[in-house]
DNA sequence: TCTTGTGAAACGCTTCACAGCC
DNA sequence: GGCTGTGAAGCGTTTCACAAGA
């Protein structure tokens, strides 16, 4: 229990120091002591001014004139995201989706261990995922009380997402991560973060038609080349 | 004819109007003939007046005192994003996370049909996934320029990410969906949409932890750090 | 000089409240 | 009465500009 400050941390920030986070492991991998702000906004693909103003919740963290300190910029980080300490988590559907996310290294080198994983396909129970067997999802409570998990995932059908979001959360859960197409209900102090696949390319299948449909601003575009 | 104006709509706007495509094309199923904004909001997870003012960027959609006309309202949101035109998408990358894209019927039913699978693994080359066969990497601008596909999805380990990119570029490709971890950089004119499947993950972990820290439920936000 | 840290302005999105129309 | 459409207020985030400090 360090002084670790709890000061309303903005969500749009919290989403970048993870991405900090993982641009300084790698310079870190390539043995680099020092790094300014504006190299590792440009690596993290964001306003150098930014990222300075999201470290500033964490208070300061680096040296004026010199810059950040890799190895001292990582343990802060990594602290105030949570920690290395490993955080049990529930996926329950076991699709295409749901297999890839099980399997997923960047899951695991990150803290995050699947400790459960269910399905209500019988073909698909009993088979190994990422190092973790599947079980039947009448298990489900059983699981998250023994494993003690707080986050859990859905990659089920539509069709089933919310009565298998409400049994997580009697079961315990107060994160979830949804990939299902559906909005869950879930009651007050239950955090519910949506990823909707579809809608991502829909909204780049609209800029991109947008931008078709408007010849080019400057000399911007170039040609596209595809005669006949 | 066609006096929809695409008038520039805000991006969080476009992404919710394909969630409300999707909610109304399963009440369509149901024979439900109008819905109102609070009914149209709730399933949707929204604010009716935010949804409200959402298809106001598509001018009057509805009848005041009545609310909407599911299939009026479908035509206009289906046209607004797009049609039904079908777009040819290519992908790249097929793990686990690309496979189980490539297959995910939820993008073939909103009119995405991914005419390019590559991969660069010789024993993935060849194999049929979601209807469509891998090809070798190095067909990449063949592919592209065959089927005049304009969006990219890059679904490759992140070393490999950005050159996968500029090549995607090189060939034509004006729109990218990346899932792997790493800001690609691209000229002027091409757009890029970032999926981060970890961070999202950590984005609920560090909610997560935060709500533990703090053992009062939701009205104790607000409590926190004021000294008399 | 160089780079961090930060108030303040600027921007975009969300929520509210109500006018307008059926 | 009921519901849509919308100006305006409110809020959170981003960007800017510069002071502080090695």
């Known amino acids: 229990?360090?002084?670790s400050r709890p000061r309303n941390i903005p969500e749009a920030t919290?989403?970048?120091?993870?991405?900090?986070?993982?641009?300084?492991a790698g310079l870190a991998d390539d043995g680099r002591s020092h790094?300014?702000?504006g190299e590792l906004a440009s690596a993290a693909g964001v306003n150098p001014a930014g990222l300075r103003k999201d470290l500033s919740h964490l208070g300061p963290c680096g040296v004026r004139g010199v810059g950040y300190s890799v190895a001292g910029?990582?343990?802060?980080l990594s602290e105030a995201l949570g920690?290395?300490?490993?955080?049990?988590?529930?996926?329950?559907?076991?699709?295409?989706?749901?297999?890839?996310?099980?399997?997923?290294?960047?899951f695991a080198s990150r803290g995050f261990t699947f400790v459960g994983l269910l399905d209500s396909d019988p073909a698909t129970v009993g088979t190994r995922v990422g190092g973790c067997t599947v079980r039947p999802v009448e298990e489900l409570e059983?699981?998250?009380?023994?494993?003690?998990?707080?986050?859990?995932?859905?990659?089920?059908?539509?069709?089933?997402?919310?009565?298998?979001?409400?049994?997580l959360v009697a079961a315990?859960?107060?994160?979830?991560?949804?990939?299902?197409?559906?909005?869950?209900?879930v009651p007050a102090g239950v955090d519910v973060r949506k990823?909707?696949?579809?809608?991502?390319?829909?909204?780049?299948?609209?800029?991109d038609q947008q931008r078709a449909q408007v010849p080019a601003p400057a000399a911007a575009l170039r040609t596209a080349g595809s005669l006949g």
């Open 1 to 3: 229990m360090t002084q």
């Open 14 to 24: 919290v989403a970048r120091l993870a991405v900090y986070l993982r641009v300084l």
């Open 35 to 37: 790094v300014s702000s």
């Open 73 to 76: 910029l990582r343990a802060r």
């Open 83 to 106: 920690g290395e300490r490993s955080r049990p988590c529930v996926l329950v559907g076991l699709g295409r989706l749901g297999s890839a996310l099980a399997d997923y290294t960047g």
């Open 142 to 167: 059983a699981v998250v009380r023994a494993t003690a998990a707080t986050i859990g995932v859905i990659t089920t059908p539509a069709e089933v997402a919310q009565s298998v979001c409400d049994r």
């Open 172 to 185: 315990g859960v107060r994160s979830i991560l949804n990939f299902a197409p559906v909005a869950l209900s």
């Open 195 to 207: 990823v909707d696949l579809s809608v991502e390319l829909q909204v780049l299948a609209f800029l």
